[in-house]
């Protein structure tokens, strides 16, 4: 036989067996993807926990003397009492809200303010808010009763999202627990992370890139969550103090709206018009409506601040991220968008950089 002949043999058993392994490999990796794809946000969840509280989590070992694992359980312990009691709160809050209402209506105090002659000169939306208004006062079971398919629709809407934020909850609640085990494991997870990472991109930039990776989930978890904490705190304690309806609640939407990277205004400014409408202009009213509407600024003063604070890319990188990863993969796209996008920042300049000096001496002396 022709030695030409024995290795195109050779070579083709090679390309069957090379076919074969990457084909057993491709099996193996889609039913590991399906058995696990089911917990994947909850992973995604903890690790994010994990790498935005470790930081604290070592200052506090520091300072208490005690183990990993003991610091990792007094943080989660921590945080859990202070979401339960939160949540505890905004219900009651809610609760009172709904029942206050109730009674208001049953004994026939229930009274709409008339509205302001000013709404009817708004542009676009006056006329019609002013008339639906004024029905409103004049005329209200009749109202209700006109637009009674799309109350019960926005009930039914509002009650499907309650449940699946109760049930985000309670993943929340696990994944923070998952997350206090991370962390008892940080150093050798940390260890890990490196070499993972290192073994896709190389020695030279593993290190790198995973401390990027970290620096900008904390970046994020500062300068998106704790912004709009903050803000609603603010505002939310200007509203307790005026004594708004469902202060608690309106907080929490606030802070949804900061997370999801909304204007507070779409708050603040119903609420101002409502505290105008009811207590008129006094002094009182016009000193809230100043540092409600101040208030729910803050987040443009504290974002350029902390948002790529630590993180060796530009901050509009870490926003765009930020703002496309909420948009198309939600409160977890939230974060993994501005990591994804910096990295791919960082590996986009470092190609640009790492080419041959030779050719582009020779391309400058074509030119």
């Not at 909850?42 to 989590?57: C, E, F, K, R």
């Not at 183990?67 to 990792?72: C, D, E, P, R, V």
């Not at 409103?136 to 999202?161: G, N, R």
């Not at 449940?163 to 609640?173: D, P, S």
Request: with cysteine.
């Amino acid at each position: 036989m022709p030695p030409a002949t024995i290795s195109e043999k050779a070579l083709s058993r090679n390309m069957l067996d090379v076919l074969i392994r990457a084909g057993l490999l491709a099996i193996m990796v889609i039913f590991c993807f399906r058995i696990f794809s089911p917990f994947m946000s909850l992973m995604l969840w903890s690790v994010i926990l994990a790498i935005t509280l470790y930081p604290l989590q070592r200052s506090l070992q520091s300072k208490l003397g005690r183990s990993n694992g003991f610091t990792a359980t007094l943080i989660v312990l921590i945080a859990i009492g202070v979401l339960i009691a939160t949540v505890c709160l905004l219900g009651q809050s809610l609760v009172d809200s709904v029942e206050g209402a109730m009674t208001m209506v049953k004994t026939g105090s229930f009274q709409i303010p008339l509205p302001p002659e000013t709404i009817a000169h708004w542009p676009l939306v006056g006329k019609l808010l002013h008339s639906v208004w004024m029905q409103a006062v004049t005329d209200l079971p009749d109202l209700i009763q006109k637009y009674l398919p799309e109350i019960k629709h926005f009930t039914l809407s509002l009650l499907s999202e309650l449940a699946g934020a109760g049930m985000g909850f309670l993943m929340f609640i696990v994944a923070l627990m998952i997350a206090g085990i991370l962390m008892a494991f940080g150093e050798s997870g940390g260890r890990s992370a490196v070499q993972i990472v290192s073994r896709i991109c190389g020695p030279a930039k593993g290190p790198k890139i995973t401390s990027l990776c970290t620096t900008t989930i904390r970046a994020v978890a500062l300068g998106v969550i704790g912004i709009a904490f903050i803000q609603m705190l603010l505002v939310g304690a200007g509203f307790v103090v005026m004594g708004v309806p469902g202060a608690g609640l309106l907080a929490l939407v606030l802070l949804l709206l900061g997370i999801m990277q909304l204007p507070a205004t779409l708050v603040t400014v119903p609420v101002i018009i409502y505290v105008f409408a009811s207590e008129g202009a006094s002094t009182v009213s016009v000193v809230f409506a100043i540092y409600v509407f101040i208030a729910g600024l803050v987040d443009n003063v504290l974002k350029p601040m902390l948002l790529g604070r630590g993180v060796d890319v530009p901050m509009p990188v870490v926003l765009v991220g930020a703002l496309g990863g909420m948009i198309s993969g939600g409160i977890i796209g939230l974060f993994i968008g501005p990591v994804l996008l910096a990295v791919s920042y960082q590996l986009f300049w470092q190609w640009v950089k790492d080419q041959p000096r030779d050719n582009v001496l020779d391309d400058l002396g074509q030119a």
